[in-house]
């Protein structure tokens, strides 16, 4: 019994031996495979990380680079508002710039318009003063012909004039005798009127002179007339005396052509300075029909009695 169950045992034991020996390369090929699998994974997972760390490494260089570019776009971004803010800036100062012009474009048409305009006034000034310089000459040599009538007047006829309540008109080289005997008359224009104050001689005929120099306002026939009735009254040999006129007895209701004439100043001048402010009217020529010119009676004959003188002398 204890012969036959060893056999059995050994038997048994034969048997796994023989099983595990069958099992062993079986297992040992399982167990290669096993490895070599593993060793393979091993290997992928061991080039995984290290591909996975590379990736991480690129990942951190993309992830600054990012950044980089993130700040590179905020600057960007900066930059091109500024410009953006500038442009408009730009554009409205063009477009204010546009308005200015256009501005001044009408500014200079309307300074074009005024600088014809002014243009042409300064030509019409321009003509204007030339037409007065001529006036100007023209009435100098007048003036030189009146001068050299009064200063005729002055010399031969011994004539000057006195200004004060009236007009005094003082006559001498009258009187043959005595050449600086003075006869003279005092005559007073106001309120259109002419009114002989004084006369000195008495004359007659006054009233009619006066009357006659209210009608025409002819002072200087007025005045010539009364110096022949001086020269008159000293060949019928009237002597001088004072004899004051009565003024209302003088005056002559009819209104003088012209303007009045002050002569409430007293002072004495000279016929030069004073004596024709009173009759300047009717000292300057007077133009009738075409291009003929007539002076005033008392002008025409002082220049005759002038150039006779000339040729005395």
């Not at 079986?26 to 393979?40: A, E, F, G, K, M």
């Not at 308005?99 to 006034?121: F, H, M, T, W």
């Not at 321009?126 to 000459?137: P, V, Y």
Request: glycine share 6%; proline share 2%; net charge positive.
């Amino acid at each position: 019994m204890q012969g036959s169950g060893k056999s059995n045992m050994r038997t048994r034991m034969a048997e796994m031996r023989l099983v595990c020996e069958r099992e062993i390369p079986i297992q040992q090929h399982r167990i290669d495979s096993l490895h070599t699998l593993y060793s393979n994974r091993f290997d992928f997972a061991k080039s995984e990380a290290q591909r996975t760390i590379q990736l991480q490494e690129k990942l951190g260089k993309l992830k600054g680079e990012l950044r980089e570019a993130e700040d590179a776009l905020v600057k960007a971004l900066a930059v091109k508002t500024r410009k953006e803010a500038k442009r408009m800036a730009i554009e409205e100062s063009i477009s204010v710039m546009k308005a200015r012009v256009e501005e001044l474009k009408g500014i200079v048409e309307d300074q074009r318009g005024r600088k014809n305009e002014y243009a042409a006034i300064i030509s019409q000034q321009s003509e204007a003063l030339t037409a007065c310089k001529d006036k100007c000459n023209q009435n100098k040599e007048h003036r030189e012909q009146i001068e050299e009538a009064i200063s005729w007047y002055n010399k031969v006829l011994g004539f000057r004039i006195e200004c004060g309540h009236g007009v005094k008109f003082i006559f001498s080289s009258i009187n043959p005798k005595n050449p600086n005997e003075e006869y003279s008359f005092i005559i007073r224009h106001e309120n259109e009127k002419y009114t002989l104050l004084n006369c000195d001689p008495h004359l007659s005929d006054t009233k009619e002179l006066v009357y006659e120099l209210n009608k025409t306002n002819g002072l200087f026939k007025f005045v010539r007339t009364m110096r022949e009735k001086f020269q008159e009254a000293v060949a019928r040999g009237i002597t001088l005396h004072g004899s004051s006129l009565d003024q209302d007895s003088s005056i002559v209701s009819l209104s003088a052509p012209v303007a009045s004439v002050s002569s409430d100043h007293r002072y004495e001048s000279p016929l030069k300075e004073k004596g024709l402010q009173f009759s300047e009217s009717n000292s300057k020529s007077r133009k009738v029909g075409k291009g003929h010119i007539v002076h005033s009676p008392g002008s025409a004959s002082s220049l005759r009695r002038s150039s006779r003188l000339k040729g005395k002398n």
